[in-house]
């Protein structure tokens, strides 16, 4: 098959002959071997500069597009304009709305900082808890998973890392404990939008799917909880604080199956959150004297040695709290049944120009049109809940706009290295190497439901979106699923389920939590702490869907 053919269409304003680039997977010389090899080699490029190199994510994220743009022009016969359109379009995409979402969701906390509200906020959950390992299973796995539920995209790996680095965490354990938490909630994150979009791809009914994921990401949260525990404090910390730890991976497992199979897809995470950090404060009160619920008690104005301050007022809390539950509201009036409508209803959307793609099958390819509902993008949301904030916390509009000003700034290798990453993903996509490696994964007979996970898994390390990876291999994952005669919906399931895990070292994740606690170029370090746990996690997912194949756990499909 020829992957470079003129259109019989001509250009009626012109009269010059388009041409269109059809997909063809297993170009390198027929062979899907080689050819998912060849496709390998960018985002090889990009882990090993970042985590063997150590060399900086702008840098590297721009040596894995030049290698993309290598393999897709010199390997599978892409023209060259129509490649550099792609990455035109993939880094595009990452600046809106992806780095969008971040640059407004780092100038509301940095006018927090501003004001002083969020040292108000650090003081005050030392009344809930002083321990670390009870605020990092608050803060990153709790309240990040309710972000994930609302924005998603980034936006709870930026909020969460900040807020355990105010807490008195070191910025890369913040970084590391943000990520290692934003696992079990994606896939039903964005009020479910990974999961709807897997389901819209693959035709199978949305509460199939959504009940499949919802009895498989669980088994992550059973013991997500726990991992933090441990890099916190390592074996100490699990002697001493596994209570909380396994009592808030159970109620959030338990929480997140009955939602998601019984309740609401959208409202999955919402209750799986907000009910898990309601189990460890209660916790803390029926056993105050443990040391994870060891608290800060108030100080007096004038007590002790003459140099002790005030305690915050409740009004000052009030205001320190104001910022988050502001955000809170936004997002969730937001997604109203009504508002939600009206809000997607304002969408740009257009066929990217100079990139005229089809698949195999003639239809186009998703990487050719470009679309954004603009007004209910997170970003969008977070601008207007960043407007409100300035407003209650009494920032002025000069004090505003400085702050943007510098939020910016400090994000300028952020967003380079977002756009580069993404610009990568969209020509490993519009190319078919991203199709080659998951056509080769596809045909690995037996092992199918063992590897179908990890499949979702690179898609997310690639483009770091648990959405995209759906729409990207989980109609593959259905017809790989009807050739070995296994159910369609446990593979489906698995592409989402195992994609949350490769979230932690994708490089626009890992940029993002970098630039969030402030370590530019420390991209490569984050990585290396994190793939341990992604990998050792993905092992076990892998495995528990493997046995959910067989006779073993196949009473778990519903």
Request: proline residues 5%.
């Amino acid at each position: 098959m020829r992957t470079w053919t003129p259109t019989s269409l001509a250009s009626e304003q012109s009269g010059a002959l388009l041409a269109v680039y059809q997909q063809d997977p297993e170009f390198l010389g027929g062979s899907p071997g080689l050819s998912a090899l060849v496709s390998v080699v960018p985002l090889a490029v990009v882990l090993v500069l970042l985590g063997v190199l150590r060399v900086r994510a702008q840098w590297a994220a721009l040596a894995g597009l030049a290698a993309a743009l290598g393999v897709a022009i010199a390997g599978f016969g892409m023209p060259v304009g129509m490649s550099l359109s792609a990455a035109a379009h993939g880094a595009f995409f990452g600046l809106v709305p992806i780095m969008w979402i971040v640059v407004n969701a780092l100038w509301v906390f940095n006018m927090t900082v501003a004001t002083g509200h969020f040292d108000v906020l650090r003081r005050n959950f030392g009344t809930l808890s002083v321990d670390r390992r009870t605020q990092a299973i608050l803060v990153a796995f709790c309240f990040g998973g309710l972000l994930e539920a609302l924005a998603g995209f980034g936006a709870p790996v930026a909020i969460t890392s900040v807020m355990l680095m105010a807490l008195g965490f070191k910025p890369i354990k913040a970084a590391v404990l943000a990520l290692v938490a934003n696992t079990a909630p994606v896939a039903f994150g964005a009020m479910g939008v990974p999961v709807i979009t897997l389901a819209r791809v693959t035709g199978l009914p949305l509460d199939q799917v959504a009940s499949m994921v919802g009895r498989q990401t669980p088994f992550l949260a059973l013991f997500v909880p726990l991992v933090l525990v441990f890099i916190v404090d390592g074996r100490r910390g699990l002697r001493e604080a596994w209570v909380p730890a396994l009592a808030c991976g159970v109620v959030f497992a338990f929480a997140q199956f009955v939602t998601s199979n019984f309740v609401s897809v959208e409202l999955t995470d919402i209750v799986a959150s907000l009910l898990g950090a309601i189990t460890v404060v209660a916790l803390a009160r029926v056993r105050p004297n443990a040391v994870w619920a060891a608290r800060e008690p108030a100080v007096a104005a004038g007590s002790g040695p003459g140099t002790a301050a005030a305690p915050d007022s409740r009004a000052d809390v009030r205001r320190a709290y104001a910022p988050y539950a502001i955000i809170v509201a936004v997002f969730a009036l937001a997604q109203l049944p009504g508002v939600k409508s009206a809000l997607d209803s304002l969408k740009l959307a257009f066929t990217w120009p100079g990139l005229d793609v089809v698949d195999r099958t003639g239809k186009p390819h998703s990487t050719t049109q470009y679309s954004l509902t603009w007004l209910s993008t997170a970003g969008t949301l977070m601008l207007i809940a960043g407007v409100i904030v300035a407003l209650v916390l009494g920032v002025g509009l000069a004090r505003s706009v400085r702050t943007y000003r510098r939020t910016l700034v400090e994000l300028r290798w952020a967003i380079l290295t977002v756009a580069a990453v993404l610009a990568l993903a969209y020509v490993m996509n519009a190319s078919a190497q991203t199709t080659a490696i998951g056509l080769f994964v596809a045909g690995a007979g037996g092992a199918l439901a063992f590897l179908s996970p990890v499949l979702g898994w690179f898609a997310v390390a690639v483009t770091g979106s648990d959405t995209s990876a759906n729409a990207l291999f989980g109609a593959l994952q259905v017809t790989a699923a009807q050739g070995a005669g296994l159910p369609p919906e446990l593979l489906a399931g698995a592409n989402s389920s195992g994609g949350v895990l490769g979230k932690m070292l994708s490089p626009q994740n890992l940029t993002i939590a970098a630039a969030a606690v402030k370590l530019d170029g420390q991209e490569g370090v984050l990585l290396r702490k994190v793939i341990g746990w992604s990998l050792g996690m993905l092992v076990v997912l892998s495995t528990i869907i493997a046995l959910q194949a067989t006779p073993v756990l196949g009473w778990m499909l519903p």
